[in-house]
C-alpha cells in the first residue's frame, strides 16, 4: 500500500513544489490528493483471504464437527458430564467448571459467571450435599467471578499468587481464597483426592493444575482448547514462552481427559498434540517472517526518517501477512475459528520472538 503512496506522493510533490513553488508536507499532499491521514490505503503485497483485524466478518468459516461437543440444553444453559466416579464437567458451551461429589459433600472448580448461578441445580442432579469446598484454578474473573453465586460458606483454596491478584483487585465477586498453598496441595475429602499443583506463570501467575487420579481427569484453565484456535493471543497468555512449554508439559502428563475450561467438549492426548503441532508451525512460520521481510519497504520516506513507530506498522504488518499465508493451507481447516484468531496469533508470535 504504502510503495503505490510514496510514489504517488513524491510524483505529487514534485509538481506541486514545481507549480506552486510551496514544498507540501506529507499529510497536506495525502489530503490534496484525497487520502486522509491515518486512514486506509492501498492494501499490502499478498494480502491473505483471512480478514484482518478490525474488519468484518459476513461468513466466518466453518466449525468442524471434530470440534463440537454434545448439545446444550438452552432452556437449563448448560450441560453437565460425568468424567468419572462422582466427577463431573459443567459447560454452557463456551466456558467449563468441575465438581466432585464425596460422602459428605461437593467440591466445586471454578465458577463462571456466565452459568454460576445455575451450578447449585447441576449438583442437585446427581448429589443433596452441600457444596464444602470451592478451588479456584486462577484468579481471573470470567472463571471465578460467579463464586458467591454458588452459596454457602465454603472453604475456598487457591495458589497463593492467585490470592496475591485478588487482594489486588478487590472484587467482591471474587472472594479470597481461606487456604492457600505455594506448589502442591492435595484436596483429600471422603474417598476422593483432587491433587494441585503450581508449574509457573504461563497464562496468569498462579493458574493450577487440577488433577483428578481417580478418574485420570486433568483440568488446566486457559492453556488447551480442543479442537480450537486458542483464544485470542495465545488467550492472553502473560509469558509466551512459559505458555508453549506448559503445553508441552502437559503434553508429557498421564491423563485420559482434560478439562480446558473452554470451548464445547472434553479434550484428548491427541488434542494438545495438536496444539502442540500448530504453535510450533506457528513460531516457525513468524520466524521465518522475521528475517524474510524488509523493514521500511514501501514506506513513505517522510515516515520512515521521522516516525520510528510508522516503521514498526509496517513491517510487523507485512511479517504478520506471511505468517497468515504460511500457515492458512494447512491449519484453516483443523482449527475451529482458525479465522478468528490467526491474526492475532502471528502479531502476538512476533513479538515475543523479538523481545521475549
Ligand atoms: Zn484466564
Redesign the pocket.
Known amino acids: 500500500m504504502r510503495a503505490r503512496v510514496s510514489v504517488l506522493l513524491s510524483a505529487a510533490a514534485a509538481s506541486l513544489v514545481a507549480v506552486t513553488g510551496v514544498c507540501w508536507t506529507g499529510a497536506a499532499l495525502a489530503a490534496r490528493n484525497g487520502i486522509r491521514a491515518g486512514g486506509p490505503g492501498v492494501p499490502y503485497a499478498n494480502m491473505p483471504a483471512i480478514a484482518p483485524i478490525g474488519v468484518r466478518v459476513d461468513n466466518y468459516l466453518d466449525v468442524p464437527g471434530s470440534a463440537k461437543g454434545p448439545p446444550v440444553d438452552p432452556v437449563k444453559g448448560y450441560r453437565t458430564q460425568q468424567l468419572g466416579d462422582g466427577l463431573y464437567m459443567i459447560t454452557d458451551g463456551a466456558y467449563q467448571s468441575i465438581f466432585m461429589t464425596y460422602e459428605d459433600g461437593v467440591v466445586v472448580v471454578d465458577a463462571p459467571p456466565s452459568y454460576a448461578s445455575r451450578i447449585p441445580q447441576a449438583i442437585a442432579e446427581v448429589s443433596g450435599k452441600p457444596i464444602t469446598h470451592v478451588v479456584y484454578s ?1 484468579a ?1 474473573a ?2 471465578i467471578g460467579g463464586a458467591r453465586n454458588v452459596g454457602g460458606r465454603p472453604i475456598i483454596i487457591a495458589q497463593a499468587e492467585t490470592n496475591r491478584l485478588l487482594a489486588r483487585d478487590n472484587d467482591p465477586n471474587r472472594p479470597l481464597a481461606t487456604v492457600t498453598f505455594e506448589d502442591r496441595y492435595r484436596l483429600s475429602v471422603g474417598n476422593q483426592v483432587l491433587e494441585l499443583s503450581y508449574h509457573g506463570n504461563a ?2 501467575p498462579g493458574n493450577t493444575f487440577i488433577y483428578a487420579p481417580r478418574q485420570r481427569t486433568l483440568m488446566v ?2 492453556v488447551i482448547f480442543p479442537g480450537w484456535m486458542p483464544w485470542r493471543r495465545f ?1 492472553v497468555a502473560q509469558d509466551i514462552p512459559a505458555y508453549f512449554a506448559q503445553v508441552k508439559e502437559i503434553n508429557a502428563m498421564t491423563f485420559d481427559t482434560l478439562v480446558g475450561g473452554h470451548v464445547a467438549r472434553t479434550g484428548t492426548h491427541a488434542d494438545v498434540e495438536t496444539q502442540l503441532a500448530f504453535i510450533e508451525d506457528l513460531k516457525t512460520a513468524a520466524a521465518a517472517a522475521l528475517k524474510t521481510t524488509t523493514p521500511g519497504e514501501g514506506l513513505a520516506p517522510s515516515d520512515r526518517s521521522g516516525n520510528p513507530w510508522a516503521v514498526f506498522d509496517n513491517y510487523i504488518d507485512r511479517v504478520a501477512i506471511a505468517c497468515v499465508n504460511q500457515l492458512t493451507p494447512k491449519w484453516s481447516t483443523k482449527l475451529a475459528a482458525y479465522d478468528v484468531y490467526i491474526w492475532d496469533q502471528c502479531y502476538s508470535m512476533e513479538q515475543s520472538l523479538r523481545i521475549d
Do not use: R, S
Request: glycine residues 0%.
Open positions: 486462577h481471573h470470567d472463571h497464562h496468569l484453565v486457559d488467550a
